[in-house]
């Protein structure tokens, strides 16, 4: 099954950035995180224990990580805070989840119910050096620096919750109780299931949530 590789492998890349910002600040990292690290590196670290047997695409026309001999296909997405980039600042909120998440959740989705559950996954990783999950995935609905939490958003992240007597994006928090527990997560219409489990601990650099 795809997670027990990808488990692991993300596990050894906790390690690599706890140990290399131990002594650095959280703007160290905060900058590392915006302005030294993109997608591409995230990629060729999961896919690296594949070795040959893999095929990267970093241009998105096709799947990031494929692995045919195992008939593996992984789609990766790094986060980073859309408000240090100019670019995505100016761009509708619905653009940015699209882009951020949607997409390739429809796509593992598709995969899944067509019958690869086990050897499709959609990896997001992201540097814990923003107070909030909601500063790097847009989770509410309407306009304002605080909105009102989407909640069919935030179902599709079951190791994030929010305050009792808050429904503002800024109360929504990760359970780190939660981490390395596999969760389900319905697909509407379908018997079939997305399993997700969330990766991180509250003093590690790196987080990921897995989607399989």
């Known amino acids: 099954m795809i997670d027990k590789y990808l488990i692991s492998t993300c596990l050894f890349i906790i390690d690599e950035f706890n140990e290399r910002f131990e002594s650095k600040t959280l703007d160290e990292l905060k900058l590392f995180a915006d302005i030294n690290f993109c997608e591409a590196d995230l990629v060729v670290r999961l ?68 019958g690869h559950k086990g050897k499709r996954a959609f990896v997001i990783g992201w540097f814990n050096a923003v107070e909030r999950f909601s500063q790097l995935m847009q989770l509410g609905e309407g306009q304002g620096q605080y909105p009102k939490i989407n909640q069919e958003r935030l179902r599709l992240f079951p190791f994030l919750t929010h305050k009792a007597d808050s429904d503002r994006t800024k109360d929504i928090f990760y359970k780190y109780e939660q981490a390395f527990i596999e969760k389900p997560i319905s697909i509407r219409g379908y018997q079939e299931e997305v399993t997700c489990i969330f990766l991180g601990k509250p003093d590690d650099k790196f987080h990921f949530a897995l989607y399989y």
Not at 74 to 91: A, W
């Open 47 to 114: 896919g690296y224990p594949f070795r040959q047997m893999a095929s990267f695409n970093m241009q998105g026309t096709a799947r990031d990580i494929v692995v045919p001999k195992k008939d593996f296909i992984i789609e990766v997405k790094y986060l980073r805070n859309f408000l240090s980039n100019s670019n995505i600042k100016k761009r509708a909120n619905k653009i940015v989840w699209e882009e951020a998440f949607q997409k390739d959740y429809d796509w593992l989705i598709n995969e899944i119910i067509s």
